[in-house]
């Protein structure tokens, strides 16, 4: 098993920065992939990025410019930093966690929420 907390989302100005952090603790896999989703109220949950071990790193079209994701594999953690935040921004930011070994498997954190005010 696998367990993702997700902390530093708050209220923040339009403009203001964020960073959130994912940390991740149990059986880990050495191959594996970082996601960050988030999902606004009434609306689905869309990609912002994800990092997978070898560095590999995929933005969301919506963010693209705007957010940096990084991972610390010392302390199974993964971060998303959050720039020139915008009203529609705000959301709930989920982690995830995706496995390759033993076998393909994924897990998701509780979430964090990012309010930006105008």
């Known amino acids: 098993q696998v367990q993702l907390v997700e902390s530093g989302g708050g209220l923040v100005q339009a403009g203001g920065s964020l960073r959130l952090s994912c940390a991740a603790s149990?059986?880990?896999?050495?191959?594996?992939?970082f996601g960050w989703y988030r999902q606004a109220p009434g609306k689905g949950r869309e990609l912002v990025a994800n990092?997978?071990?070898?560095?590999?790193?995929i933005y969301g079209d919506s963010v693209k410019g705007r957010v940096t994701i990084s991972r610390d594999n010392a302390k199974n953690t993964a971060f998303l930093q959050l720039n020139s935040l915008e009203p529609e921004d705000t959301a709930d930011y989920y982690c995830n966690l995706e496995q390759y070994e033993p076998r393909y498997r994924v897990y998701w954190g509780q979430g964090t929420q990012v309010t930006v005010s105008s």
């Open positions: 149990g059986s880990i896999a050495t191959l594996n992939t």
């Open positions: 990092i997978n071990s070898n560095g590999f790193i």
